[in-house]
């Protein structure tokens, strides 16, 4: 099956400072992957559509240059938290498409979760 | 507003029972919808898909759909503890370049 990992799987850092993390396809390439974020008790909220050799397409809402996309290559994207606050500590997932005859699916990696102190 | 809906539960099942989760959504459009489990403090991770009207069984998993009605469903034969967790409803977004709209998820707890 299509497995996407994702580093650092946690990361604690202190307020201002700037956080990457990096989604992988590992065994597909991947054209499109989504960032999403989840706080405690809530459902999936997409932050962003990263394309391979373009700029990602950010949610409304979403702040572009606090949260910096770089899809280089068809196996890895990343998202930097930049000036990362304590409001910005949530729980990160990226997925990746996986082509399909009928229908194109997303495989989510294991998620990174994010505190800032 | 494009918009999927579910219980919040927790839907409470003994072991071995069927229980059966309900999602309806708005965008008329949708083409997709998928079913996924997330275990607390873990990312999702997909069940099944299904794209035509009808039922699409996988296992102990049936999912069923019924566009003229909005409607989509997840049905899981002979529940065990271990399919205690939030499901996900996920509905594609028309013209939406294989995005998704997730439900609030429905929380299944099964009790020996």
């Known amino acids: 099956g299509a497995v996407v990992s994702q580093h650092p799987s946690w990361v604690i850092c202190k307020s201002g400072t700037s956080v990457k993390i990096e989604c992988r396809s590992l065994?597909?390439?991947?054209?499109?992957m989504f960032w999403y974020r989840q706080f405690p008790k809530q459902s999936l909220m997409l932050m962003a559509t990263s394309n391979e050799g373009s700029k990602a397409t950010y949610e409304q809402g979403v702040e572009k240059d606090k949260f910096l996309i770089n899809h280089a290559s068809l196996t890895l994207s990343t998202l930097t938290v930049t000036s990362a606050h304590p409001e910005d500590s949530s729980f990160y997932i990226c997925?990746?498409?996986?082509?399909?005859?009928?229908?194109?699916?997303?495989?989510f990696g294991p998620g990174t979760r994010l505190t800032v102190l | 507003q494009k918009e999927v809906e579910q219980n919040s539960g927790p839907l409470s099942v003994p072991e071995g029972a069927i229980a059966s989760l309900n999602c309806t959504y708005s965008?008329?459009?949708?083409?997709?919808f998928f079913w996924y489990r997330q275990y607390s403090g873990k990312s999702p991770e997909l069940i099944m898909f299904?794209?035509?009207?009808g039922d699409k069984e996988d296992g102990r998993f049936t999912a069923q759909l019924n566009k003229a009605s909005q409607y989509v469903s997840l049905l899981i034969r002979d529940s065990q503890p271990s399919d205690s967790a939030t499901y996900l409803c996920a509905v594609s977004l028309s013209g939406g370049y294989n995005k998704l709209i997730f439900g609030a998820g429905t929380r299944l707890a099964v009790h020996p």
């Open positions: 299904i794209y035509s009207n």
């Open positions: 997925s990746a498409i996986v082509a399909g005859v009928n229908v194109d699916t997303q495989y």
């Open positions: 965008d008329r459009g949708s083409q997709s």
């Open positions: 065994d597909f390439q991947a054209t499109t």
